[in-house]
Structure formats: structure tokens, C-alpha cells
């Protein structure tokens, strides 16, 4: 670890600004300074986003039942290749991966050029931008969480409520 690296460790992640013999000193992106102990860095995992130039973003979505499944991948995949080349042995990768209460999920994973946390941030974005105007142009629906009611086999029923009240012959015979 060397400063200007970008690291996570103990819940946190940012820029390497210090490392002496007592602490290492990051700043977050919301430029906030943390101070980790040394002891926590050699007794906890850290990653150390700079050390590699590449790495796998992982993008959840979903999209609604009506979806031609093969259509939704072949768009995905096919988006997702033109906006991130990817080098030797790397692969755009894709698969649905639960039925969800509103719509099916997938994961797309694939590969870009990154050196802090921020690069992977990004990448989302453009990737979700472009397969949000892909699916758009192709009348693919990404619903959002919706709650059906069912009231017996989706037919209301129902029910004619009689009152009885005095005729007119009733109300007179009081006078």
C-alpha cells in the first residue's frame, strides 16, 4: 500500500493520504479523513483497488415477466460489449438469477479500467444508462415493485343491499 492507492478495509474505502508506524490516514470520497490503526489493517483484510488496473463490476437488474428472456440477453449482452472492451480472458458474462415478486433478476458482470472506487461507480452508470435506452428502444419493461390484490379469482362481486322502509300507505295510516 503506498499513498495515492485507492483502499478498502474496515468498512471504509478511500485515498491513501498517509501511512506512518502508528495508523494509515484515507480520505473518502466525501473527502472525510479516517484514521485506521495499523493493527486493524494487519489483523483485517483490505483491498487494494489500485494495486490491479482492471477490475469485475457486477450490475444487478431486472425486468418484468412479459420479457422475451433471450431478447433481454442477447440486448444486455450486446450493449454491454460495445460501451466496455474487454481484453484477453475476460468475458462479458450474464445470468438470471432468482423471480423476484414483480419481475425476473439477472446479473451482467464485466470488466473495465479502474484505479479507485469511483471508476467502478461509473461504469455502472454508463452501463445502466445504455441498457435502460436499449431496453426502452426494444419495449422492454423494467417494472418497478407492485403489490396485486386478489378478490377471488379477480372478479368483484357484488351485492344489492334492500332497505326496507315505510310506503307511502304506512306513513299515511299514522296521520
Not at 474505502?13 to 473518502?28: H, P, S, Y
Not at 475476460?90 to 423476484?100: D, S
Amino acid at each position: 500500500m503506498e499513498v495515492g492507492d485507492w483502499i478498502e478495509s474496515n468498512d471504509f474505502a478511500g485515498e491513501v493520504q498517509e501511512v506512518n508506524l502508528r495508523n494509515v490516514v484515507i480520505k473518502q470520497s466525501d473527502n472525510n479523513l479516517v484514521i485506521i490503526p495499523n493493527i486493524k489493517i494487519v489483523e483485517n483484510p483490505f483491498k487494494n483497488l489500485s494495486s490491479t488496473s482492471r477490475s469485475r463490476v457486477i450490475l444487478d437488474c431486472r425486468v418484468g415477466y412479459e420479457s422475451d428472456l433471450e431478447e433481454v440477453e442477447k440486448i444486455t449482452l450486446h450493449v454491454i460489449e460495445n460501451l466496455f472492451d474487454q481484453k484477453e480472458n475476460e468475458k462479458v458474462e450474464f445470468a438470471y438469477t432468482k423471480f423476484g415478486k414483480s419481475s425476473i433478476k439477472f446479473v451482467v458482470r464485466f470488466w473495465t479500467d479502474v484505479s479507485k472506487q469511483r471508476d467502478i461507480l461509473f461504469a455502472k452508470h454508463k452501463a445502466i444508462l445504455a441498457i435502460r435506452i436499449s431496453f426502452n428502444e426494444n419495449s422492454i419493461q423494467i417494472p418497478f415493485p407492485i403489490k396485486t390484490l386478489d378478490f377471488g379469482k379477480n372478479k368483484f362481486r357484488s351485492e344489492t343491499i334492500h332497505i326496507n322502509s315505510k310506503t307511502d300507505s304506512d306513513s299515511s295510516k299514522e296521520e
